[in-house]
């Protein structure tokens, strides 16, 4: 969320009224059973809609006649709708989502294939536009595609230059700023170069025990939507994602998912794949997030991050995969947001770190806040599309054979002063997280309520610092940043950076699973995380005293009623404690099922379904040579097929034997299965 003052990030003033006076009522045969409905600041000439899954063939046929592989139309091959959308006047028509031959059947079978987006003449009435269209009854859901702001009132302060190295105090790591990042480790004092009452030692998400046991890994994959994360920054450049059949930000799509050019993540502000980090008002929130997450261990300059590997050993850390959903003047919407979340499913993140949101209902009018939704069904009313693609991301990514059968999403829960968590984060399948100030108490402008699930280090500045004065950094949170382009370091505050923490701390939990092979479908590994936490409840008694924008003539104190917030600020996430827990939660890992085409072979690394797995011996028979041929050099196991069937193979491992299935079947896709 923004960043109050040193945060720069609030974002979404999200309008409930309508955009007219006239109710859509469902009076008309045939109407869709959905009611739509509007916000102002809704994009004026654009409509996303889903089709009933009965028009599925008509809709690929238009696309396959007239699209060809362009992806846009500007007509459905439905009568009734077309004749709606030349009445509005409608020049182009395509997919929300593109294809991607990896994925297209589990896009089917989540109904992400059905939604589309219009754009028709500017000057038509929105309601209008969207009455005309619910009335269809191969049209089942319409919805406004509402713009997505960001409010940028930082004031960012760079520290240490990224050359200068100096000891970390007896710290884990030799990063110089560690002793800063008392989110991690907070000795009291010690943190912040002075004995300050308002810290207290321990008030940290666990980082020194748990990296004695695990310091991240790089197979699991965080995607941060944000603004563009600076990917060359050198604090951070050995754990950016990469996909290595794309060329940076080039014109061709190599892999064929849908997207070009997308070496480090996309940028879905202007659907291209160079990630921004330069533009006129770029503020390095991203970069900021993403070090909290994953800047690089032990490599002598800069920050940690909470997962970010160890150099010194060389460990690398998890992997910050970049979804750009805000460039500069370019207002994100929420189709762009819903592309990014099916993009990192299909892409394999598994942990999605999201520091924005809608404002809640609760927010504050005299401060200049709009409310957002109330309720969970309010939500998804208004934004039915968000609410699919979330789930998507959630029922797909990971996988059976992985440490992680679904994805996590965690999101900051507002800096509104509101006792209620924004949406999406509010949504009952995310996490929502607060913010706490260095000695358990919760930050001035943190939003609280029921829907908060877990707390985390966010800073608060009104708290720390001396009515009248400049800021003073040590209750903020230090990180990674980027400057006009130039990669630094600096302060920032607020649930976005409470936010980062869980997702660095859920990150290091499945790194911790990678290395001691446990399997864990998502559910269960957040209910790990739940019951691992910390309760805070304790530390709220009596009166916070707090300075609002006190570094300004005249600010007035704030009182804060601390027993308010019982029960409504989460627990404090505990990476170490969630770590021991890994080592005995979940299942064991298991060796993969094999599907491949006759001709095609497939390779699996066996140690990494075995703890150990790199000095163990291994060997393998296969049933029926007829169907399939099996070869294993170290740990490494080749399956090629013969011809359409079924066999199974069984390796041994250590003297164990474990069964594996393979199906050789010729398919729609590269490999033969789909």
Known sequence: ???????????????????????????????????????????????????????????????????????MATRSGIPST????????????????????????????????????????????????????????EISKVQCNKRIYRIDNRVARESLPIGVTRAANGLPFNDPSLPLQWGYINKGGYNFGKSWAKVIAGCDVGCEEAWTLCTGDSSIIVGVMDEGVHWEHPDLNANIWVNEDEEYASSVDNDGNGYKGDRYGYNFATDRGYISTTSTNATGHGTHVAGTIAAVNNNGIGVSGVAGGDAAVGKKGVKIMSLQIFDDAYASTVAMEAKAFKYAADNGAVVMQCSWGYNSAYANIMQGYTPGPASEKEWE???????????????????????????????????????????????????????????????TYTNFGVEVDLAAPGGDADYYGTPGTSYENGGMIY??????????????????????????????????????????????FID?????????????????????????????????????YKGKMGRMVNAAALLKAVENGGRDMKLPNVYLAPGKSTEIDLARFFVGGEALTYSAVVADENVAVVSVDGTRMTVQGVAEGFTSIDVTVDGKVHSVMVTVRNGASGNGWM
């Open 1 to 71: 969320m923004k960043t109050r003052l040193f945060i720069y990030f609030a974002l979404l003033a999200l309008t409930l009224s309508s955009c007219n006076d006239n109710d859509i009522t469902n009076d008309v045969p045939g109407e869709s059973e959905t009611t739509p409905s509007f916000t102002l600041d809704a994009i004026d000439g654009e409509l996303l809609i889903k089709f009933s899954p009965e028009m599925t063939t008509i809709l690929d046929n238009c696309f396959a006649t007239r699209a060809a592989f362009a992806g």
């Open 82 to 137: 077309d004749e709606v959308l030349a009445i509005l006047g409608a020049y182009s028509f395509e997919r929300v989502f593109p294809v991607d031959p990896r994925t297209e059947e589990r896009t089917r079978e989540a109904g992400l294939h059905l939604w589309y987006k219009v754009c028709f003449d500017e000057n038509v009435d929105l309601g209008v536009a969207v009455k005309e269209l619910a009335k269809l009854g």
């Open 381 to 443: 009313t208004l934004y039915p599309l968000e609410k699919e693609a979330i789930d998507y991301f959630i029922n797909n990514a990971g996988s059976p054979n992985g440490v992680i059968e679904g994805g996590i999403v965690v999101f900051a829960s507002g800096n509104e002063f509101a006792g209620m968590s924004a949406y999406p984060g509010a949504y009952s399948k995310c996490i929502s997280v607060s913010a706490l100030a260095a000695d358990y108490t919760p930050a």
């Open 479 to 524: 990180s990674t940043l980027v400057v006009e382009g130039r990669p630094t370091y600096g302060y920032y505050e607020g649930t976005s950076m409470a936010c980062p923490h869980v997702s660095g701390v859920i990150a290091l939990g499945l790194s911790y699973a990678v290395e001691q092979r446990r399997h864990f479908r998502a559910e269960e």
């Open 528 to 564: 790990l995380v739940y019951t691992t936490s910390t309760d805070i409840d304790k530390y709220f008694e009596g009166e916070k005293m707090s300075y609002y924008n006190h570094s300004s003539p005249g600010s007035a104190a704030t009182k804060t009623e601390l027993g308010k």
